[in-house]
């Protein structure tokens, strides 16, 4: 079974930028797609991004061209950077790794944007 510890977050000032990391246990990481979701307070849990175990990624139509998901299969880690940060960025962030039905999730890391 997979756990997934997510770091990285913090304060930022508005068109700064941050790169979230998402260290996973487990061998069988490779095998799994991974995704970032976040929650606004009072807002529903969205998705932010996703890349396959093949490399392939897609992302929310708020964060194109200013987030870019990747993964490093030999370090078991997937990264989140975000740049050209807006206010309205400002969530707790999660990662995922899903595969045939099984999903794992983080704890959360909170990404909070302000002057």
């Known amino acids: 079974q997979a756990q997934l510890v997510e770091s990285g977050g913090g304060l930022v000032q508005p068109g700064g930028s941050l790169r979230l990391s998402c260290a996973a246990s487990?061998?069988?990481?490779?095998?799994?797609?991974m995704g970032w979701y976040r929650q606004a307070p009072g807002k529903q849990r969205e998705l932010v991004a996703t890349?396959?175990?093949?490399?392939?990624?897609d992302y929310a139509d708020s964060v194109k061209g200013r987030f870019t998901i990747s993964r490093d299969n030999a370090k078991n880690t997937s990264y989140l950077q975000m740049n050209s940060l807006k206010p309205e960025d400002t969530a707790v962030y999660y990662c995922?790794?899903?595969?045939?039905?099984?999903?794992?999730w983080g704890q959360g890391t909170q990404v909070t944007v302000s002057s």
């Open positions: 487990g061998s069988i990481f490779r095998l799994y797609s």
């Open positions: 890349i396959t175990n093949s490399g392939n990624s």
């Open positions: 995922n790794a899903f595969r045939a039905g099984i999903t794992f």
